[in-house]
């Protein structure tokens, strides 16, 4: 089965790498000017917030994007 990709304007970005030893998540904020056009993997996405769609990443990690639009368009793309 090939995979459906979208494409969305995403800006900056957390980074969520896993939990300190006291359960606190470590997270690594990434500031950019600006949105720009990517192409995401609809299998990547795990959920999506007025303002965030969160995929997961490299070895577990997972990348709350910010994103250009209106939450209904990018929901509309995702079914």
Do not use: C, P, Q
């Not at 959920?47 to 209904?72: A, P, Q, V």
Request: net charge negative; charged share 30%.
């Amino acid at each position: 089965m090939k995979s459906k990709f979208i494409e969305l304007a995403l800006g900056s970005h957390l980074i969520s790498h896993g939990y300190d030893e006291n359960n606190r998540e470590i997270t690594e904020v990434v500031s950019v000017e600006g949105f720009s056009k990517k192409l995401v993997s609809v299998s990547r996405v795990k959920s999506l917030s007025e303002k965030y769609i969160l995929t997961d990443y490299l070895d577990g990690r997972w990348i709350y994007w910010e994103y250009e639009g209106d939450f209904e368009d990018v929901k509309k793309l995702l079914l």
